[in-house]
């Protein structure tokens, strides 16, 4: 009678030579049919380690791994058909019910024509997932800083080191020294590519545009149809090989002047963090696949290695994750437009993930964020406020999110209308619940501890010392990144985050815990409202509306603002709500 094992191989084997009727006899094979790699069963003195061989398997049984692949990759020609017909099963088509996966490294080994000299080439194609790393480090760097000690300096000093490859992920890029840094590198040979949210309008008239003087001085850009919101970059990643390290940098700040030196915003460097290099690569990757071409230049194409969820998963790291809203959506190709980003009704990653973390948390939930218009984060703060009304809970947000009571009251009016008109479409439902709705008022009516960093009377760009962060210190864990809280992140804007959790992360997770708290007194310690509040109700010359920031609670937002009415009516005259860059003073 036959083992398990001699049937497997006699099923095999009788499956390859009906395929190989009419065909040239099979090559010659470095390992006998019935070699063995394990003798005994015994697979910890074969002198492989327990990734290595765990490894293995895993990339064997990943989809994206054929014969024609493993053959490529060193893999001796009989070993690799065997393996690949084995797992795929009697009709040679992966995915269906005959399929037969690898349980371990022995099923591996009782393939036919698998033996020593193959299983030291399948060690070899995956050898590199489990070298262990160098040292990794993570670099926080926050915003407001000196221009030499900002994240933009860094930025150019990672991009003079780069040794093969850099690729960015931009909304806004307008700084000249990472620029000069990007050029530098182009023209020592490293390949340069950028996907560039202001390659989209530039495209339509690209002379003279940055994206064509990138693309002049040999950096290839591209762009895709949905808002390209990441400022992340990939340095020396794991694009044209599996290796492990490489360069991380993402977070919350552009590549401008003012996100280095004006406003509040934070940036990561995570250095030598194999998963993450591998999902921050194949993301990009992703959105350099589906991406349009500016065409300002012509560059040769790059071909990337691909990147396999089993790849990733040997490469993991249980305390540190990341999460990206492409992820929402689906691709095509139109054939008027080129690729296209579509959203995917019924999944929302990140906020899943930020709302699992805020249900979880035991200690203290501080959330800064630019903006708070997302729905199921907004009911989940609600929900765990009132459920542990003791635990420490703390929202800080931009001046943006600051509604008055009539306001609220005319958001919420808005949406009843909206539903009323979306009666009997779910999708139509669905976005009177998602968008446009503004949560902070919500919060603090129900006892949220919620402050604003508060600045001006009227909000304007051109003066705003903005609160930019997008992160949340949840317990022991901060996630972070360009994601802010909305439902414009989540379904039309391709975002990133990362998550830090943990004793290995302790520092990070601190720092930020820290950063919090100083953002939260902000201008209270110098007595600034009070100062404020009396040159308005008590002074008679003309009064600041652009003012030094201050973090300050609904109550106080709302009597400032009461008061600079009640001095100078003029406040809300045509002029001034028109144009209130204008204006940075009123008198009474």
Not at 100 to 106: G, H, I, N, P, S
Request: glycine share 6%.
């Amino acid at each position: 009678m036959l083992h398990m094992a001699d049937s497997m191989r006699h099923a095999t084997t009788l499956a390859l030579l009906l395929a190989a009727c009419g065909t040239q006899p099979p090559a010659a094979s470095p390992d006998a049919e019935d070699a063995v790699v394990f003798a005994g069963g015994k697979a910890d003195e074969a002198g492989w380690t327990e990734c290595e061989l765990e490894t293995v398997v895993a990339h064997l049984n990943d989809p994206a791994t054929t014969a024609d692949g493993l053959r490529a990759d060193g893999l001796h020609s009989r070993a690799a058909t065997n393996l690949v017909a084995h797992r795929d099963g009697p009709d040679g088509v992966f995915g269906t019910d005959d399929d037969d996966l690898f349980d371990d490294v022995f099923e591996v080994d009782a393939v036919y024509y698998v033996g020593p000299v193959a299983m030291e080439q399948l060690v070899a194609i995956v050898a590199d997932l489990c070298v262990a790393p160098a040292p990794s480090s993570v670099e926080v760097f926050f915003s407001p800083q000196p221009y030499e000690r900002s994240h933009l300096a860094r930025a150019a000093e990672l991009v003079d080191a780069a040794e093969r490859s850099v690729d960015v992920m931009m909304y806004s890029f307008r700084d000249s020294a990472i620029q000069d840094a990007l050029e530098r590198a182009a023209g020592r040979g490293v390949s340069v590519r950028m996907i560039f949210h202001s390659a989209l309008e530039d495209q339509r008239d690209p002379a003279g545009t940055t994206s064509a003087r990138l693309e002049e001085a040999g950096i290839d850009v591209r762009y895709v149809n949905k808002i390209m919101h990441h400022k992340a970059m990939v340095i020396d990643g794991p694009r044209d090989g599996l290796t492990a390290g490489g360069v991380i940098m993402t977070g919350s700040a552009n590549w401008s002047y003012s996100a280095g030196t004006k406003y509040d915003e934070n940036t990561l460097v995570l250095t030598d963090h194999a998963e993450m290099s591998l999902r921050y690569q194949r993301e990009f990757d992703l959105l350099w696949d589906h991406s349009r071409d500016l065409a300002w230049r012509e560059f040769a194409p790059v071909t990337a290695a691909p990147i396999a969820d089993a790849t990733v998963a040997a490469a993991d790291d249980p305390q540190l994750e990341a999460h990206f809203t492409s992820a929402n959506f689906r691709t095509y190709e139109s054939s008027r437009y080129g690729w296209t980003f579509s959203r995917v009704r019924g999944t929302q990653v990140v906020a899943d993930r930020i709302v699992e973390l805020i249900e979880g948390a035991r200690e203290r939930i501080y959330v800064a964020s630019g903006h708070l218009r997302s729905r199921p984060v907004a009911e989940a703060l609600l929900a765990k406020v009132a459920a542990d009304p003791t635990l420490d809970v703390r929202v800080y947000l931009d001046a943006q999110e600051f509604l008055s009571e009539w306001y609220h009251q005319e958001q919420v009016a808005d949406r009843e209308d909206c539903l009323a008109d979306a009666a009997g479409s779910a999708t139509r439902t669905a976005d009177c619940l998602d968008y446009g709705f503004l949560y902070a008022y919500e919060l603090a009516s129900a006892g949220v501890d919620v402050r604003f960093k508060y600045y001006s009377y009227r909000w304007h760009y051109s003066y705003a010392e903005q609160m930019h962060h997008k992160y949340l210190v949840v317990d022991d864990a901060v996630l972070t990144g360009s994601y802010n809280l909305s439902a414009n992140a989540e379904f039309d804007t391709l975002e990133n985050v990362v998550l830090l959790s943990g004793t290995p992360y302790a520092d990070v997770v601190g720092r930020y815990a820290a950063n919090f708290e100083t953002l939260w007194e902000t201008g209270r310690a110098e007595g600034l409202y009070a100062d404020l509040m009396a040159d308005v109700t008590e002074g008679t010359d003309s009064f600041p509306i652009v003012f030094d920031a201050m973090a300050l609670t609904w109550s106080e937002v709302d009597d400032l603002k009461n008061a600079m009415r009640d001095a100078c009516p003029e406040i809300n005259d045509e002029d001034f709500r028109t144009h209130p860059e204008r204006h940075y003073s009123c008198q009474p």
